[in-house]
């Protein structure tokens, strides 16, 4: 009934399975690994109620049939998923194979591994596993796991970046050249400078001088000296504040507006 289990009616009674891949035994409630020297004591700890039908030498005639590791397997990813281990989301360092589940720790792996190389301000997410929630060492290491694709899902998610290749394509037609000759840029027809300059009936020279860069000697034009500065101080902190800005915000903004269609 399930091809990546193998099930023994006493194991399931302590609800142990053995992983057909990699042949370890793995508590189902915890979702982790359990080495068959430490089973007695994940019962102790975990799960006392079942302590009593607990038999050390009934356990290891039937791990020793169904061929069971003797101790946990240290596993690297990226690989796909390992049945009956927790799945987490994560965080993958972009230099190494290392994964995490918290940004401070991430930060911590990237000043000592990584300290000759700029921090980047995200990680690239993920999914992950890991043989063990608690203790020392490479049993408790996460690796990045890749996720297969359910069944369906190719196809929808086609569908969808068809979808959107259309709206695109809309978005992205060549602007038709004015039938004067000159092109009118997005910016001006945005500004509608075009149509106000037609208006206005201003020689060439006069309409450059209105949206030409200011003069610092002129005093009609010193409010304008710390502009280019306030913008940019402007847009730092918009870029600091992307870290913290909600997704769906995130992709509201990156998404057409429709106003504008």
């Given at each position: 009934m399930e091809p990546h289990f193998i099930h023994h009616p006493y194991l399931d009674s302590l609800n142990l399975?053995?992983?057909?891949?990699l042949c370890f035994l793995a508590c189902q409630p915890c979702r982790e690994g359990i080495a068959p020297t430490a089973a007695q004591a994940h019962l102790v700890n975990k799960h006392a109620e079942l302590l009593r039908m607990f038999d050390q030498a009934h356990f290891?005639?039937?791990?020793?049939q169904l061929q069971v590791t003797p101790t946990l397997p240290t596993i690297t990813g990226p690989r796909a998923m390992v049945h009956g281990l927790a799945i987490f989301d994560a965080m993958a360092c972009s230099f190494c194979s290392m994964v995490y589940t918290k940004p401070k720790k991430m930060k911590e792996h990237h000043g000592l591994q990584h300290a000759h190389i700029p921090m980047p301000q995200h990680w690239r997410s993920c999914k992950a596993q890991r043989m063990k929630p608690e203790g020392a060492g490479t049993l408790r290491q996460l690796w990045e796991v890749t996720m297969e694709a359910r069944e369906g899902e190719d196809s929808r998610e086609k569908a969808l970046v068809d979808e959107l290749l259309k709206e695109l394509d809309?978005?992205?037609?060549?602007?038709?050249?004015p039938t004067d000759g000159r092109l009118i840029t997005p910016w001006l027809l945005t500004t509608r400078w075009n149509?106000?300059?037609?208006?206005?009936?201003?020689?060439t020279e006069e309409l450059r001088a209105l949206v030409s860069l200011p003069r610092p000697s002129s005093a009609e034009d010193e409010h304008?000296?710390?502009?280019?500065?306030?913008?940019?101080?402007?847009?730092e902190e918009a870029v600091m504040l992307i870290d913290t800005t909600d997704e769906l915000v995130l992709q509201r903004?990156?998404?057409p507006d429709p106003a504008k269609e």
């Open positions: 399975v053995v992983n057909a891949e290891d005639a039937i791990t020793s809309q978005q992205l037609k060549t602007v038709q050249v149509e106000w300059a037609k208006w206005l009936k201003k020689p304008y000296s710390t502009l280019s500065d306030s913008i940019r101080s402007y847009f903004l990156n998404s």
